[in-house]
């Protein structure tokens, strides 16, 4: 049996004690991508932080292939999952390459020098996301896609069995969006990566997930495949939409919902 | 690999380049702290003198008693004061942060004054360690207040003017004891209490070596999570970084160095935050494990640099080191405001 791979048994998140999404049941196993879709503020990022660990859950379990996630030292967690934030970061005078080799952390000795496996893997990473072209230009000063694209390569040379994204497809355009979420296929069905992330596109979030976790506080609203999840009846109501706004033919909301009826 | 190897070359080029230029600064400059003073040598008397051992020529106590010692206090007390900067830079991720200008080190200044004139009193010499704890026990204090304020307020200019409030009400309380002092304590008190390098002598060595070494030793081991900590708290966590451990880690060593230095030589201004900056600026990078060992002997080299002016300038008038230091660092801390302006 492959225990890789995350899952969570009856968890609540919230802050400070205060549930804000309550029994969420999850099962992430290795090659499968599942992405959560629900209106700003449901609490998606919530969710992400407290199965990335670093927001306490107020109750419940989470399980990082196969062992209870606080039974984890910080450094057996880095072994097994990486993640990807939205927030923005401010950096000082570090090329794109030292941002991609900080994700080698888990892997180095005590002063965290670059052996050349190391240097391999984030070769392999950059190469994957297309940023070795970047490698010494500062990180301040690429575009915001291109930031996002080293991040990922960050998270991916950590090797991880278990991949967590907040909105990785945000300051993106649509070829980078695209590109991205080819990558993100690729690791999962090549590497057998487990993805879990949030993504605001609708129509991405359909075409490149295995499952779609539909957050709407304070449970779970739904979830299921992509063609159980988008239809109009579970989207209209996950954005409090007026009936028929979503059209299933082409993934897209309508503005005239009304007289297409 | 012969790709990236061969990104790696220009960078590894320039750092050896710095380093190789820090070592020669800090011969150059120790060279001139042993000739230059009210006594006039030759760079072959200080040879000589060393070379001479046990003899008492006017050269050779000169340079043993005074000018030795002090030299290597500026270099180790420089040295710290420059970790003890890169340290709370990272920690409130600001890069105008350091020990003189967060309170840190007036809160240091503040229990030494307290515990030489109350616990002391004027007979005794205070012994090397109990300046060291009690200037520890202080910077602590100073440090708590301003962990207090930076949890409330999220904002890097507040955190500073706080940090400077926190100085001023420990500096002021300072003067206030000051003020009670017995007449022999006040005029070494005063030196002291402005930062001064003046009147190290080899027990004062023997104290500070051991503490500024090993808390430097601890801070170079620490780069790897402080680089980890340069892309942002959820980030290191994230790469396994234990952050609470981290955080006590920082807070300690920075406390330790920044009492260190001012047990010995008084709050000295603006090292902190310049040399950190002014060397990474020079490497290019701000990765810990380049930027650590350099700071130090960057730090190393600004000190003695502005000791030299600091006895010279008006000499036979010493003026405080502080003084000199606010001079040349100043600038430097305000040319990094006007660049983050721009940047935004």
Same mark, same amino acid.
């Given at each position: 049996?492959?225990?890789?791979?995350?899952?969570?048994?009856?968890?609540?998140?919230?802050?400070?004690?205060?549930? !804000?999404? @309550?029994?969420?049941?999850?099962?992430?196993?290795?090659?499968?991508?599942?992405? +959560?879709?629900?209106?700003?503020?449901?609490?998606?990022?919530?969710?992400?932080?407290?199965?990335?660990?670093? !927001?306490?859950?107020?109750?419940?379990?989470?399980?990082? &292939?196969?062992?209870?996630?606080?039974?984890?030292? &910080?450094?057996?967690?880095? !072994?097994? /999952?990486?993640? /990807? !934030?939205?927030?923005?970061?401010?950096?000082?005078?570090?090329?794109?390459?030292?941002?991609?080799?900080?994700?080698?952390?888990?892997?180095?000795?005590?002063?965290?020098?670059?052996?050349?496996?190391?240097?391999?893997?984030?070769?392999?990473? /950059?190469?994957?996301?297309?940023?070795?072209?970047?490698?010494?230009?500062?990180?301040?000063?690429?575009?915001?896609?291109?930031?996002?694209?080293?991040?990922?390569?960050?998270?991916?040379?950590?090797?991880?069995?278990?991949?967590?994204?907040? @909105?990785?497809?945000?300051? +993106?355009?649509?070829?980078?969006?695209?590109?991205?979420?080819?990558?993100?296929?690729?690791?999962?069905? @090549?590497?057998?990566?487990?993805?879990?992330?949030?993504?605001?596109?609708?129509?991405?979030?359909?075409?490149?997930?295995?499952?779609?976790?539909?957050?709407?506080?304070?449970?779970?609203?739904?979830?299921?495949?992509?063609? @159980?999840?988008?239809?109009?009846?579970?989207?209209?109501?996950?954005?409090?939409?007026?009936?028929?706004?979503?059209?299933?033919?082409?993934?897209?909301?309508?503005?005239?919902?009304?007289?297409?009826? | 690999?012969?790709?990236?190897?061969?990104?790696?070359?220009?960078?590894?080029?320039?750092?050896? *380049?710095?380093?190789?230029?820090?070592?020669?600064?800090?011969? %150059?400059?120790?060279?001139?702290?042993?000739?230059?003073?009210?006594?006039?040598?030759?760079?072959?008397?200080?040879?000589?003198?060393?070379?001479?051992?046990?003899?008492?020529?006017?050269?050779?106590?000169?340079?043993?008693?005074?000018?030795?010692?002090?030299?290597?206090?500026? $270099?180790?007390?420089?040295?710290?004061?420059?970790?003890?900067?890169?340290?709370?830079?990272?920690?409130?991720?600001?890069?105008?942060?350091?020990?003189?200008?967060?309170?840190?080190?007036?809160?240091?200044?503040?229990?030494?004054?307290? %515990?030489?004139?109350?616990?002391?009193?004027?007979?005794?010499?205070?012994?090397?360690?109990?300046?060291?704890?009690?200037?520890? $026990?202080?910077?602590?204090?100073?440090?708590?207040?301003?962990?207090?304020?930076?949890?409330?307020?999220?904002?890097?200019?507040?955190?500073?003017?706080?940090? %400077?409030?926190?100085?001023?009400?420990?500096?002021?309380?300072?003067?206030?004891?000051?003020?009670? *002092?017995?007449?022999?304590?006040?005029?070494?008190?005063?030196?002291?209490?402005?930062?001064?390098?003046?009147?190290?002598?080899?027990?004062?060595?023997?104290?500070?070596?051991?503490?500024?070494?090993?808390?430097?030793?601890?801070?170079?081991?620490?780069?790897?999570?402080?680089?980890?900590?340069?892309?942002?708290?959820?980030?290191?966590?994230?790469?396994?970084?234990?952050?609470?451990?981290?955080?006590?880690?920082?807070?300690?060593?920075?406390?330790?160095?920044?009492?260190?230095?001012?047990?010995?030589?008084?709050?000295?201004?603006?090292?902190?935050?310049? %040399?950190?900056?002014?060397?990474? #600026?020079?490497?290019?990078?701000?990765?810990?494990?380049?930027?650590?060992?350099?700071?130090?002997?960057?730090?190393?080299?600004?000190?003695?640099?502005?000791?030299?002016?600091?006895?010279?300038?008006?000499?036979?008038?010493?003026?405080? $080191?502080?003084?000199?230091? *606010?001079?040349?660092? *100043?600038?430097?801390? $305000?040319?990094?405001?006007?660049?983050?302006?721009?940047? #935004?």
């Amino acid at each position: 049996m492959d225990e890789r791979g995350l899952a969570c048994d009856d968890l609540s998140v919230g802050y400070d004690g205060a549930v !804000l999404i @309550e029994q969420i049941e999850l099962e992430v196993k290795p090659g499968r991508i599942v992405t +959560l879709i629900g209106p700003n503020g449901a609490g998606k990022s919530t969710i992400l932080k407290t199965l990335a660990g670093s !927001l306490p859950s107020v109750a419940g379990w989470v399980y990082l &292939s196969g062992k209870p996630l606080d039974e984890l030292t &910080s450094h057996e967690r880095a !072994l097994e /999952m990486s993640v /990807m !934030l939205t927030e923005r970061l401010t950096t000082e005078l570090l090329t794109c390459a030292d941002i991609v080799e900080a994700g080698r952390y888990p892997h180095t000795g005590r002063l965290g020098v670059l052996d050349d496996d190391d240097r391999a893997a984030v070769d392999e990473a /950059m190469r994957l996301v297309a940023v070795k072209d970047l490698s010494d230009r500062d990180f301040m000063h690429v575009s915001d896609g291109q930031r996002q694209r080293v991040l990922l390569a960050r998270a991916i040379c950590q090797e991880p069995a278990v991949l967590l994204l907040d @909105e990785p497809t945000s300051y +993106l355009d649509i070829k980078y969006q695209i590109d991205l979420l080819r990558i993100l296929r690729t690791l999962a069905d @090549e590497k057998r990566v487990a993805i879990v992330m949030s993504l605001h596109e609708l129509q991405l979030a359909r075409i490149v997930s295995d499952e779609i976790v539909c957050i709407k506080g304070p449970r779970v609203f739904a979830s299921g495949t992509p063609e @159980e999840m988008f239809v109009p009846q579970v989207i209209d109501e996950l954005y409090d939409l007026p009936a028929g706004c979503y059209d299933p033919a082409t993934g897209t909301v309508t503005l005239s919902a009304e007289k297409s009826r | 690999m012969t790709a990236s190897l061969q990104t790696q070359r220009p960078r590894t080029r320039r750092i050896v *380049a710095v380093y190789v230029s820090l070592a020669i600064a800090l011969a %150059v400059f120790v060279v001139l702290n042993a000739c230059i003073g009210s006594t006039m040598l030759a760079p072959a008397d200080v040879v000589g003198a060393l070379a001479g051992g046990g003899q008492k020529t006017v050269a050779a106590q000169v340079i043993w008693d005074i000018r030795l010692p002090r030299l290597i206090a500026a $270099i180790l007390l420089g040295g710290a004061l420059a970790l003890a900067g890169f340290l709370l830079q990272t920690f409130f991720n600001n890069p105008i942060a350091g020990p003189y200008i967060l309170g840190i080190s007036s809160g240091a200044k503040f229990v030494v004054a307290f %515990v030489m004139i109350f616990v002391v009193g004027s007979q005794a010499q205070m012994s090397s360690w109990m300046l060291v704890l009690s200037a520890f $026990i202080g910077s602590t204090i100073a440090m708590v207040f301003v962990l207090l304020v930076s949890r409330r307020i999220n904002s890097m200019a507040m955190l500073i003017v706080a940090g %400077v409030m926190i100085g001023y009400i420990a500096s002021a309380a300072t003067d206030f004891l000051i003020t009670f *002092a017995s007449d022999q304590n006040i005029v070494n008190l005063r030196n002291w209490s402005l930062g001064s390098f003046s009147g190290t002598n080899w027990a004062d060595i023997a104290g500070m070596t051991p503490v500024v070494l090993a808390a430097s030793v601890a801070t170079f081991l620490l780069s790897k999570p402080i680089g980890a900590f340069q892309l942002g708290e959820n980030y290191a966590q994230s790469m396994g970084v234990n952050i609470r451990a981290f955080r006590v880690a920082l807070v300690v060593l920075s406390s330790l160095l920044a009492a260190v230095v001012t047990a010995f030589a008084g709050p000295i201004s603006f090292v902190g935050i310049a %040399v950190p900056h002014l060397v990474k #600026r020079f490497l290019g990078t701000s990765k810990p494990l380049i930027v650590i060992p350099a700071a130090f002997l960057g730090g190393g080299i600004f000190c003695l640099f502005c000791d030299l002016i600091a006895r010279c300038a008006f000499a036979p008038t010493e003026i405080s $080191i502080s003084t000199v230091t *606010a001079i040349f660092g *100043a600038p430097v801390v $305000i040319a990094i405001l006007l660049k983050r302006k721009r940047g #935004r």
